[in-house]
Structures are given as C-alpha cells and as structure tokens.
C-alpha cells in the first residue's frame, strides 16, 4: 500500500510539474514576437526574439523621380510642422538627419537606382547619371555622392539595391519604362566583373567589415514586373550578381528584387517565382531573404474591401518559395509596404483614425504570419508638406517606437482574419486597435488588457486631426471633400484645399489636435480589464 501510494504522489507531483511547464509555455507563446528582426518559423507559429524598430526604405531621389532636391525628407525646421520637435525626445527615436533634413523612424537605406539607368524626360535615355560609361570606365564620384550622406554622414544600415541596369550593358538596347531603364544586362559575364567591381569599391570606401556587416545586395525591384527582362534573363543576371557578390564579401546577404506579386493575381506571377527559386537551388546559387511589395490593394476581397489578411498572403507565398529553394527557414520581408487606400477602399495616404487603425491591423497581421521586416516606401515627401506624422502610419509608428527592444506578440483576435481587435504586445506596452474592413460606424470590439496601465496615448475619429479637419471642410461648404474620403493630403493642397486648410484658425487647430494625439493620458487600467473599443480607435497602452 505504500508502495502504491507513493506512486500516486509521484503521478500527481509529474502532473502537476507538466501542467506548470505546459502553462509555461502558454504564457511565453502569449509574449513570442513575430517581430521585425527575426525570421519567423511556419505561417502563424511566431518566433520569439525582440522586437526592433520599423525598417524604413527610404529612396535616394534620383533625377527623373525625384519632386524636389530633398526629394523624401521632411525639413526640420518648418515652422508649419512643430510636431516634429517631439521627436528629438522620443524613447529610442532614431531619427536621421542627412543635409538638414530629418528622416525618422529608419535603421536601414534602400538605396533604389543608385547604379543609374534614370529617364530624366521620361522616354529619353539618360546614360550621363550612370556609375560606368559608354567605355567601361567607371564614376565612383556619381556612387559616392549618392551613398556617402547615409553610409558616413548617417552611419545607416544599406540595402545596396542593382534595380536600373547602367545603359552599357544594354548593348543600345534599352527598355525604358515608368521607373527608368528596365532592360537586363545583354552579356552576363560583363555585368558580374561590373557588380564585382562596385563590391570592391565599396570595400576599399568603406571597410570590407563594414560591407560584410551594414551592406545586403537585392538584385531588382520588382523584377516580375517585369522590370529585368523575362524569367530566363532575370535568371542569368541574379546568378552573375549574386556570385560577384559571395565573391569578394561572402557574409553580405543578397536576394532577388521584391516580388510584384501581391498587386496582381498572383496565379499570373507564380511560374515567374517558383521557375526562379528551383533554378537557384539546382545552380546552388545563394539566396539569403525573400521579399515582396505589398500595397495591400486587396483585388480579391468580396466588395473590393482592403483587409489586414491580405498581408498574410505574401507571407505564405514567400515561404512556399523558400520551400522551393531548399530553406524554409529564410527571413521573409515586405519591402515595400503602404496601405495606400482609405475607408472606401480609394488610394490615399490620409492620416485619420482609418489609417492609423489599418497600419496597426496590417502590421500586426503581417508579424503574426512570420515576416521579419516590413519597409515603408519612404517616411516622408516633398517640402515636407506631406510629412511622417501626416501619413496614416506616422502616428502608429511614433508609437510602435515605444516598443522597441522588448519582446513582442502579434495578437490578432478577428473574426475570419478581418474584423476585430489586433495588438502588439509587450510586457509594459500594448499597441491596439479596432479595425472593421466593411467600414461599419456602429462596429466595436473588445480587448482584454494584458498589464496594468497608467498611461494612455488614443487616436480615434472624433478627435484625429485629419478626421477633424473634414469635418470643418464640410461646415464650410467645401462639397468635393463632403464624404470625408480626399486620396490624400495633396488633394487638400490644390487651390480649394488651400481656401480652408490655410486658414489660420483651422491650420491651428489641426496642429494643436496632432499634438494632443502625442500626449498621453494617465489613466489607470488593471491587467486583465476587458476594454471596449469603437470601429478605428487604437491605443498604445503603457504600464
């Protein structure tokens, strides 16, 4: 009897040791971070590691794109943007400022069309902006000019992009299109001696542990477009860049261009994609990520709605192609990355409760499905009109900063993957919103909060300075902006715009609103309070 007794104590105490680690690994898989810095396992199962700061692909301005010579910066010191005096004081704010401009929120440069192949007039080659010439002699000035401000002045991490092919290699024979030169190099072995050359150049500039460690390679942008020739051309020219590349800097990683696939049917592209990974695992050509575009656009939604899922699909494909290649376990990352859309599913870039609501629901969604790293196709515009706390994002990634360097769960509690609650949460910090892709006024959700709070940051429609400014818009009789859906900011800066939001008073109050947005509130909440929120209301909740 005793024997069996003491078996049974033992039984219990193992049940119990294993219903505690069991727990344990509950409670550790509710903080796991599908998080921006490390590659996440299968579609949904998350990777715990800690989350880092939201990349930012920020273009160098090249002649023929660029709007201005400060091309994607935000000025400083305009006086019209005296929000931006908050950033300097941001917990971890990394704020870059390259000729007097400040670019916030951006780790790493992807440096697009920085080896040339610009259309300055849109139709009519423009070979003199090219790094190498007509001869084959090179113009390290025109590369150093371009990289210097973000590898010296700014001490940036760089993604070193060999979209525009330079005009040499296209023995006369260019293909110029809406982004500059897309036609491939003709002679393969020419362009890998050409990219060789740019590796060790760089190195010779810029240390060769420095390119080893601060430098990836991504051969095109979007080169299914296709904007590098077909598949068996942009085969040719990846296998000649990337070989240059493991050449002289073996730790530099290098990939194929982001994939277009997520703008279109993606039936149309999958041949394009899983021909090319196949034939880099049978030619043991490396491919060290895998990256896409992704707008969000939503083609095949019922009604043409945009949804955060959406993002999830990209994420699926990239790991079926990584699958193909022979190594599941490759980073997958958005490198370019907006919404772009409003409530009605129209293009735009406002900066409302919608957009904030839909960043937040798109990034959670998407780091919950395993990307590493999401880009954002520039953090500001021209003469800073348009400035990162103007966009829909610039909001939700002031507070997404608040989370850096702590570890991070994707929380996504929708309904079919579309309406609901979605939230990144960390110990101390919690980043939520209601997000409701059907537009619905009277949607609201619940959250269960995760940690105790003291302080509140909200953003909603009744008190989103964009949303506000509407509103007045609306009073005054300005009929073209009556349902509140204008693409964008710009749209408010023609010349009826201009009537209104160049007042004094409303410019006031739109300021003295955006700033109140980056107030927080003291307001005391205990962990575990189930809290309800209002279609497009996102909190970032602090303990």
């Keep these: 009897n005793s024997f069996c007794t003491l078996l049974v104590v033992v ?14 690994l509950v409670f550790a898989a509710a903080y796991v971070a599908a998080s921006l810095t490390a590659g996440g396992g299968p579609v949904g199962v998350p990777t715990l590691t800690t989350f880092d700061r939201w990349y930012g692909s920020t273009p160098i301005p090249d002649q023929w794109l660029s709007h201005t010579p400060s091309g994607w910066k935000v000025p400083v010191n305009d006086e019209s943007l005296p929000w931006l005096s908050l950033l300097p004081t941001w917990p971890r704010m990394n704020a870059t400022t390259v000729d007097g401009t400040v670019i916030p929120f951006v780790d790493e ?3 697009v069309r920085c080896l040339g192949g610009w259309d300055a007039q849109y139709g009519h080659g423009n070979a003199s902006d090219d790094i ?3 001869d084959y002699q090179f113009r390290w000035n025109l590369l150093d000019g371009r990289l210097d401000p973000w590898v010296i002045g700014a001490n940036k991490s760089i993604l070193l992009v ?9 023995d006369g024979h260019p293909k110029l299109g809406p982004f500059g030169q897309d036609a491939p190099p003709v002679n393969y072995t020419k362009f890998e001696w050409f990219v060789g050359e740019v590796v060790q150049h760089l190195q010779q500039r810029y240390g060769a542990e420095r390119v080893a460690n601060r430098f990836r390679f991504r051969v095109g942008t979007e080169p299914d477009g296709p904007r590098y020739g077909n598949i068996t051309q942009y085969i040719g020219s990846y296998t000649a860049a990337a070989r240059a590349v493991k050449r002289y800097s073996p730790q ?3 990939g194929a261009g982001n994939w277009l696939h997520q703008e279109r049917d993606y039936a149309d592209y999958q041949a394009f994609e899983d ?3 196949a034939a880099m695992k049978a030619a043991n050509v490396a491919v060290d990520f895998i990256a896409q575009s992704d707008y969000v656009q939503g083609f095949h939604h019922p009604g043409g709605r945009r949804y955060p899922c959406f993002i999830t699909n990209g994420s699926i494909a990239m790991q079926n192609y990584a699958r193909i290649y022979g190594a599941p376990a490759l980073p997958r990352e958005t490198q370019e990355f907006s919404p772009l859309n409003n409530v009605e599913g129209r293009t735009s870039s406002e900066p409302g409760s919608f957009g904030v609501a839909f960043y937040v629901a798109c990034w959670t969604a998407g780091l919950d499905s395993g990307l590493r790293r999401i880009f954002h196709w520039g953090t500001g515009y021209e003469k800073g009109a348009i400035g990162a706390l103007w966009t829909g994002y610039g909001w939700a990634m002031g507070m997404a900063e608040l989370l850096v360097g702590q570890p991070v769960a994707a929380i996504t509690r929708p309904s079919g993957c579309e309406r609901g609650a979605y939230a990144l949460s960390a110990p101390h910090a919690t980043l939520v919103t209601a997000f409701d892709p059907y537009a619905n006024a009277t949607f609201n959700t619940t959250f269960v909060v995760p940690h105790n709070v003291s302080r509140v940051y909200r953003i909603d429609a009744a008190t989103a300075p964009f949303d506000v400014m509407l509103r007045d818009a609306e009073a005054r009789g300005y009929t073209k902006y009556r349902d509140g859906l204008p693409y964008d900011m710009k749209e408010l800066l023609n010349a009826e715009g201009q009537r209104w939001i160049r007042q004094k008073a409303v410019f006031q109050r739109f300021v003295d609103l955006q700033k109140i947005t980056f107030t927080p509130v003291e307001e005391t909440i205990a962990a575990g309070t189930e809290i309800t929120l209002p279609q497009f209301t996102t909190l970032m909740l602090l303990q």
């Design 11 to 24: 039984g219990m105490a193992m049940h119990r040791l294993l219903l505690a680690f069991s727990l344990a």
């Design 109 to 111: 440069v992807a440096t």
């Design 132 to 134: 190498i010439d007509s």
């Design 162 to 170: 060999l979209d525009n092919v330079p005009y040499v290699f296209t």
């Design 252 to 254: 530099s990683p290098v």
């Design 275 to 277: 021909t090319f990974y």
